[in-house]
Nanobody, 113 residues
């Protein structure tokens, strides 16, 4: 069974930073592309950043230059380093193995102005 456990969210002032973590189990982590998604109130869930099994990354335009996705295959964990946070980054953040339909419980990120 696929399990994804996100952590690291919280309340931060605009301009601040947070580092999200997602521990995965039930998949062969190292061969899977992983993604971070977010869903703000009243909005659709959107892809924020993605990292391939080979470490190639891509980002939504809204977070380019501010967010960095990385992975540690030894720990079956994917990270999202978020800097220069803005109030519009407020959302529940989820990770997902791109080819699987499973979602974790998410972690709330709230950025105050």
């Amino acid at each position: 069974q696929v399990q994804l456990v996100e952590s690291g969210g919280g309340l931060v002032q605009a301009g601040g930073s947070l580092r999200l973590s997602c521990a995965a189990s039930g998949i062969i982590f190292s061969i899977n592309d992983m993604g971070w998604y977010r869903q703000a109130p009243g909005k659709q869930r959107e892809l924020v950043a993605r990292i391939t099994s080979g470490g190639v990354t891509n980002y939504a335009d809204s977070v380019k230059g501010r967010f960095t996705i990385s992975r540690d295959n030894a720990k079956n964990t994917v990270y999202l380093q978020m800097t220069s946070l803005k109030p519009e980054d407020t959302a529940v953040y989820y990770c997902k193995a791109v080819l699987y339909a499973y979602w974790g419980q998410g972690t709330q990120v709230t950025v105050s102005s």
